[in-house]
């Protein structure tokens, strides 16, 4: 297994509200991703939900009670805290956020949080009111200031049937805040990354477009990984069915122009491009204004070039494409490197099963300018990203 939580110690905070089932989840969620999840629950945590469910799901203990004599961690309370990569309160009421503003230690949670100095992430849950209240605000600028860092609340439907701020952010998208504080200080920290993905669609009326199975995925992927490495991603997506990843500046386009238009303003300020997407090589030479009408039986559509977007991007930046081909894998990608002028690019052959469109895998060679050929086996998109990273930051250093 790899990724950004692999190994990583993680204290989850639990607090007493309502939300306190999303906890669960989320601590479901980080355990697959790899993490070493040791639970802290407050007593008002423990009255929404069991201690056993934490421990079912972490397979560590759990810890309610600063003086519990059969805890491991009773002699030395504040050992949790100093093995912490980064501690994560979810949910936070309004009653933690507003001890842990004021520096009080009353419980495992606060004794734990302040003899920390791992990152700390809050992501407070309460009822609308609550959230708006003067202390409440007050008290989440205090720890703002301090360095901790506020993930949400959401909008929406409230427990108490209001509608409104206060809703625990969802557990995918801690898992993105997580992984990119835990990376913050990585090896592209400072790098802005240009990342296209998904694949184009060019309409030929107000109903029908041409487009490509492309699902976003790889292009996602390696938005996520330059996150979780402390860059800042940029990535230009044509639409996919893809939540929008956490912290990661996302352009919408939907053709091959607009993705073009985009792509070329990013990458002025950037230090890097990796073009993921399936561009259209061809779009419709007119639009149709209307809906066109079934009438004869045949019917062609004419189709005019779009615009190279690799060839056209210029400048100081390291340029990634990629090829997908379905024969003469190296040969065609080789000759892409070529004809684009790239440092770098990732061809993958999309008839093998578990590669290319739609999967959550790819096997993928990768060619260098000097025509290096390095093929490299079935891996996650997000080891793919990686390892395009691992390159780019070669590239970038010399
Ligand atoms: N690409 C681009 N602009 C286009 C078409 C493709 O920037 N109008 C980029 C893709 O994002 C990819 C690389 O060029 O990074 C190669 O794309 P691919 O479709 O494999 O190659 P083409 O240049 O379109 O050539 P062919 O279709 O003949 O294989």
């Known amino acids: 297994m790899s990724g950004p939580l692999v190994d990583k110690h993680i204290l989850l905070g639990v607090t007493g509200s309502i939300a306190c089932y999303k906890a669960i989840d989320l601590a479901s969620k980080l355990v697959q991703a790899g993490a070493l999840v040791d639970t802290v629950m407050t007593y008002g945590a423990t009255q929404f939900v069991t201690p056993l469910a ?4 972490t397979h560590r203990e759990v810890v309610t009670d600063t003086f519990d004599p059969n805890s491991q961690y009773t002699h030395e309370h504040v050992a949790l805290a100093r093995q912490a990569d980064i501690v994560v309160i ?3 009421t309004v009653h933690t956020i507003g001890k842990l503003a004021a520096g009080l230690a009353d419980d495992p949670l606060t ?7 791992a990152p700390v992430l809050v992501a407070p849950a309460m009822d609308a009111n609550m959230y708006d209240n003067p202390a409440t605000q007050d008290n989440l600028a205090v720890l703002r200031r301090r360095g901790m860092t506020i993930v949400g609340p959401a909008s929406g439907r409230l427990a108490s049937g209001l509608t409104g ?9 801690l898992l993105g805040h997580i992984s990119a504080l835990l990376g913050r200080d990585g090896d592209l920290a400072g790098k802005t990354i240009v990342v296209s993905a998904g694949g184009t669609m060019e309409p030929i009326d107000p109903v029908r477009v041409i487009t490509n199975h492309s699902s976003g995925k790889m292009g996602y992927a390696v938005a996520e990984a330059v996150r979780d490495r402390g ?51 061809y779009r419709p030479e007119v639009e149709a204004g209307q809906k066109i009408k079934k009438s004869s039986d045949d019917m062609v559509i004419s189709l005019a070039k779009t615009t190279d977007i690799l060839e ?19 040969e065609n990608a080789k000759d892409k490197v070529k004809r684009k002028n790239l440092d770098l690019i990732v061809a993958n052959d999309i008839t093998e099963p578990d590669s290319g469109f739609g999967t959550d895998t790819n096997r993928v060679t990768l060619i260098s300018r000097d025509l290096q050929v390095q093929e490299l ?6 080891e793919v990203g990686n390892e395009i990273l691992d390159r780019v930051r070669e590239l970038l250093k010399s």
């Open 54 to 57: 934490f421990r079912s799901i």
């Open 90 to 92: 979810a949910p936070a």
């Open 111 to 117: 004794t734990t949080i302040i003899a920390t100095t």
């Open 165 to 173: 701020k206060g809703r625990l952010v969802e557990p995918v998208e």
């Open 231 to 281: 860059g800042s991603a940029v990535l230009v997506t044509a639409p996919t069915g893809l939540p929008d990843p956490p912290l990661v500046r996302v352009v919408r386009v939907k053709t091959a122009q607009e993705m073009c238009d985009a792509v070329l303003g990013e990458v002025k300020q950037a230090d890097a491009l990796i073009m993921a997407a399936a561009v259209a090589d």
């Open 312 to 330: 056209a991007a210029q400048g100081n930046f390291v340029k990634v494409g990629f090829a997908a081909e379905s024969q003469n894998l190296v």
């Open 377 to 382: 086996p079935l891996l996650t998109k997000y």
